[in-house]
């Protein structure tokens, strides 16, 4: 059975998103932005195969949930649903928190973002082909 093509990026960021949606869509994946966890939490019906998930949300005068907190409430939800997190930081505490937690992949931010997302993506998609 292939798994769902659909993948959720999550990032406040919209510079990030821009390129993760072009990068993908241009794969033959169906890509969705959200730039808050709560609007990813809220379509989660759709049952993406994949969710990309920003670590650190940071919007002045709102507040919303970290990533931590996102993805707490999307193994409540959908404990299926596998998850790689993308950090502008490198903390060895966190990775092996959310590796504790269980996320498919932890990317840091950089020059390599593009290609290291593509690496994970392929990975989780060609698992249960």
Same mark, same amino acid.
């Given at each position: 059975?292939?798994?769902?093509?659909l993948?959720?990026i999550? +990032?406040? #960021?919209?510079?990030? /998103?821009?390129?993760?949606? @072009?990068?993908? %869509?241009?794969?033959?994946? %169906?890509?969705?932005?959200?730039? %808050?966890?709560?609007?990813?939490?809220? %379509?989660?019906?759709? =049952?993406?195969?994949? &969710? &990309? $998930? #920003?670590?650190?949300?940071?919007?002045?005068?709102?507040?919303?949930? /970290?990533?931590?907190e &996102?993805?707490? @409430?999307?193994?409540?939800? @959908?404990?299926?649903?596998?998850?790689?997190? $993308?950090?502008g930081?490198?903390?060895?505490?966190?990775?092996?928190?959310? *590796?504790? @937690?269980? !996320? &498919? +992949?932890? !990317?840091?931010k950089? =020059?390599? $973002?593009?290609?290291?997302? *593509?690496? *994970?993506?392929?990975?989780?998609?060609?698992?249960?082909?």
């Amino acid at each position: 059975m292939t798994k769902e093509r659909l993948i959720f990026i999550v +990032d406040d #960021d919209p510079f990030i /998103n821009t390129l993760v949606v @072009k990068r993908f %869509t241009s794969e033959g994946y %169906t890509v969705r932005a959200f730039e %808050t966890g709560e609007e990813c939490l809220d %379509t989660l019906e759709s =049952n993406p195969g994949l &969710i &990309i $998930l #920003d670590y650190l949300f940071t919007r002045q005068s709102l507040i919303f949930s /970290n990533g931590m907190e &996102i993805f707490n @409430k999307i193994r409540e939800l @959908k404990p299926d649903i596998p998850v790689i997190m $993308l950090s502008g930081q490198d903390s060895g505490e966190v990775v092996l928190e959310f *590796a504790r @937690k269980g !996320i &498919i +992949d932890y !990317i840091i931010k950089d =020059n390599n $973002l593009l290609d290291n997302l *593509a690496a *994970a993506i392929g990975d989780v998609f060609n698992r249960e082909v």
